[in-house]
Nanobody
Framework: QVQLVESGGGLVQPGGSLRLSCAAS????????MAWYRQAPGKQRELVAR???????TYADSVKGRFTISRDNAKNTVYLQMNSLKPEDTAVYYC????????WGQGTQVTVSL
C-alpha cells in the first residue's frame, strides 16, 4: 500500500504559477511511474503529465510548454510546476503512483481566477 500526500494547491490569478508536490510512502519510489491527473467540475478526469522511472515525461497537449513534471527520488516526491495558468486549469489535481497497480492521492484544489 502506497500513501500519497499532495500539497501546493490554492487560488491563483490567470498568468500565475503554482507548484504541486506529492510525497509517497514507499521504499521503491524510483521504480514507480508517477502522474498527475485532474478533474474539473462536470468533466472527466484527464491525464495532465506523467514521468516514468527513467524520467521520460508525457504531457497533455493543453499543458505542453506551461507545466513541468519532475521527481526527486531521494525525497520520494513528484512535482508539477504550473506556469501561465489559465482559468480552464481550474480542477482538483490528483497524484498517482503506478507500478503493479494504481495508488491515488486525495487531491488538491487548484483555482485560477481573478
Amino acid at each position: 500500500q502506497v500513501q500519497l500526500v499532495e500539497s501546493g494547491g490554492g487560488l491563483v490569478q490567470p498568468g500565475g504559477s503554482l507548484r504541486l508536490s506529492c510525497a509517497a510512502s514507499t521504499n521503491i519510489f524510483g521504480a514507480y511511474t508517477m502522474a498527475w491527473y485532474r478533474q474539473a467540475p462536470g468533466k472527466q478526469r484527464e491525464l495532465v503529465a506523467r514521468i516514468n522511472s527513467g524520467r521520460t515525461t508525457t504531457y497533455a497537449d493543453s499543458v505542453k510548454g506551461r507545466f513541468t513534471i519532475s521527481r526527486d527520488n531521494a525525497k520520494n516526491t513528484v512535482y508539477l510546476q504550473m506556469n501561465s495558468l489559465k482559468p480552464e486549469d481550474t480542477a482538483v489535481y490528483y497524484c498517482i503512483a503506478r507500478l503493479s497497480g494504481d495508488y491515488w492521492g486525495q487531491g488538491t484544489q487548484v483555482t485560477v481566477s481573478l
